[in-house]
């Protein structure tokens, strides 16, 4: 099976700093990668799906990039109200495996 | 309006059953796919099981296989996951989620409030 990776687990950030989350599949999924926040005691939401598109509705501060082993969440600008744990998650085929999370705080 | 209710969690003895049921509103049932996510206490989120839009596809991590079973009545927008044989590790809130297409190969655009699945003697 293919194992998702997250980095940092997580990380301290100043309001306004570019935060840049990067998650590594073991194997090659093509742009078969979403990207969700999940809020304290919230619900997760899905951000990002086909690696790089934003769903309806997310702030366009959030990016993501990447295709085949290697993706990347970017904030451009962190906000207080984007303090979550985000999520990777391939979806290629079965198993649908999320990465460890990365935890996002505000410094 | 996309809702998702799960319903039917609670305590349970190791070796015990549960049947979750999530009731799904405001879009075509049968045209998604469903997955149920869990997440242990202070945990990540772990994938748990999918079904494809017509139901004739499932999919289940290796650490359900031959315990859960899941299933989906499109007459009545509900969508199923049978857990048997329940272990302390199957302890977490469990969410239904609505997949972004008909197969299972999508990301999940729409979750539910998620359900409370306590496995203990």
């Known amino acids: 099976d293919i194992q998702m990776t997250q980095s940092p687990s997580s990380l301290s950030a100043s309001v306004g700093d570019r935060v840049t989350i990067t998650c590594r599949a073991s194997?090659?999924?093509?742009?078969?990668l979403a990207w969700y926040q999940q809020k304290p005691g919230k619900v997760p939401k899905l951000l990002i799906y086909?690696?790089?598109t934003l769903q309806s509705g997310v702030p366009s501060r959030f990016s993501g990039s990447g295709s085949g082993t290697d993706f990347t969440l970017t904030i451009s600008s962190l906000q207080p109200e984007d303090v979550a744990t985000y999520y990777c998650?391939?979806?290629?085929?079965?198993?649908?495996?999320f990465g460890g999370g990365t935890k996002v705080e505000i410094k | 309006e996309v809702q998702l209710l799960e319903s039917g969690g609670g305590l349970v003895q190791p070796g015990g059953s549960l049947r979750l049921s999530c009731a799904a509103s405001?879009?075509?049932?049968?045209?998604?796919?469903m997955t149920w996510v869990r997440q242990a206490p202070g945990k990540g989120l772990e994938w748990v099981s999918s079904i494809s839009g017509s139901g004739d596809n499932t999919y289940y991590a290796d650490s359900v296989k031959g315990r859960f079973t899941i299933s989906r009545d499109i007459s009545k927008n509900t969508l199923h996951l049978q857990m048997n044989s329940l272990r302390a590790e199957d302890t977490a809130k469990y969410y239904c989620?609505?997949?972004?297409?008909?197969?299972?190969?999508?990301?999940?655009?729409?979750w539910g409030q998620g359900i409370l699945v306590t496995v203990s003697s």
């Open positions: 989620a609505k997949v972004r297409s008909e197969v299972v190969a999508a990301a999940s655009n729409y």
């Open positions: 998650q391939k979806y290629n085929s079965a198993p649908l495996t």
């Open positions: 194997q090659g999924i093509s742009n078969y």
């Open positions: 086909g690696a790089s």
């Open positions: 405001g879009f075509t049932f049968s045209s998604y796919a």
